[in-house]
């Protein structure tokens, strides 16, 4: 699990070394940074956009007894990405699966938000379209906890008024870009 180049253990960096290949969303940001650690593993791609397709190779892949590391280009991979769908097939035909846990989005917003961290849940994106996103909201209204919710840059002030519409008077943080180079 890579976030920048200096979101990697020791670990993690032995692991990519030693495996038979890494996928990973971009072929391109993943080269790069295996260039400055020195790992020079084959990359395959894997991502939303080509997941049904390359599931089944993966797969075909560890079940011949290679392994196969998952990456993502910043946080931690199965949060919010395809990859959670690789690790369930794989469990499902009783390949192993292992966790190297690197940055993630949303256990770092939380942390530095200063909200309660005693109880939460990762709702991943709303809805875009306001009406859609405000039944969402409705849903998540009586959860006791602090909500994590992530949305895109260009829909954020609406999805603040969204939010305070329907969920009332309640703390909020916005963070953005915490397992990459540029965090706010």
Same mark, same amino acid.
């Given at each position: 699990?890579?976030?920048?180049?200096?979101?990697?253990?020791?670990?993690?960096?032995?692991?990519?070394?030693?495996?038979?290949?890494?996928?990973?969303?971009?072929?391109?940001?993943?080269?790069?940074?295996?260039?400055?650690?020195?790992?020079?593993?084959?990359?395959?791609?894997?991502?939303?956009?080509?997941?049904?397709?390359?599931?089944?190779?993966?797969?075909?892949?560890?079940?011949?007894?290679?392994?196969?590391?998952?990456?993502?280009?910043?946080?931690?991979?199965?949060?919010?990405?395809? %990859?959670?769908? &690789?690790?369930?097939?794989?469990? =499902?035909?009783? $390949?192993?699966?292992?966790?190297? #846990?690197?940055? !993630? +989005?949303?256990?770092? %917003?939380?942390? &530095?938000?200063?909200?309660?961290? =005693?109880?939460? $849940?990762?709702?991943?994106?709303? #809805?875009?379209? !306001? +009406?859609?996103?405000?039944?969402?909201? &409705?849903?998540?209204?009586?959860?006791?906890?602090? $909500?994590?919710?992530?949305?895109? #840059?260009?829909?954020?002030?609406?999805?603040?008024?969204?939010?305070?519409?329907?969920?009332?008077?309640?703390?909020?943080?916005?963070?953005?870009?915490?397992?990459?180079?540029?965090?706010?």
């Amino acid at each position: 699990p890579i976030g920048n180049a200096g979101d990697i253990t020791l670990r993690a960096l032995d692991l990519l070394r030693n495996a038979d290949a890494i996928a990973c969303e971009d072929t391109r940001t993943t080269r790069r940074l295996m260039s400055i650690h020195g790992v020079g593993t084959k990359l395959i791609p894997y991502h939303e956009h080509n997941a049904a397709e390359m599931r089944p190779q993966i797969l075909g892949r560890i079940a011949e007894g290679q392994a196969i590391a998952l990456i993502s280009d910043a946080g931690t991979p199965l949060i919010s990405d395809p %990859g959670y769908k &690789l690790a369930r097939a794989a469990r =499902d035909q009783g $390949l192993a699966v292992t966790c190297l #846990p690197g940055a !993630s +989005a949303p256990l770092v %917003g939380l942390l &530095l938000s200063g909200l309660p961290s =005693d109880r939460f $849940l990762f709702a991943g994106f709303p #809805p875009p379209k !306001s +009406a859609a996103r405000r039944t969402f909201l &409705l849903e998540l209204a009586p959860i006791a906890a602090t $909500l994590i919710l992530f949305e895109a #840059p260009h829909r954020l002030p609406e999805c603040l008024g969204d939010l305070a519409a329907v969920l009332g008077d309640r703390e909020a943080a916005v963070t953005r870009e915490l397992t990459k180079l540029f965090e706010e």
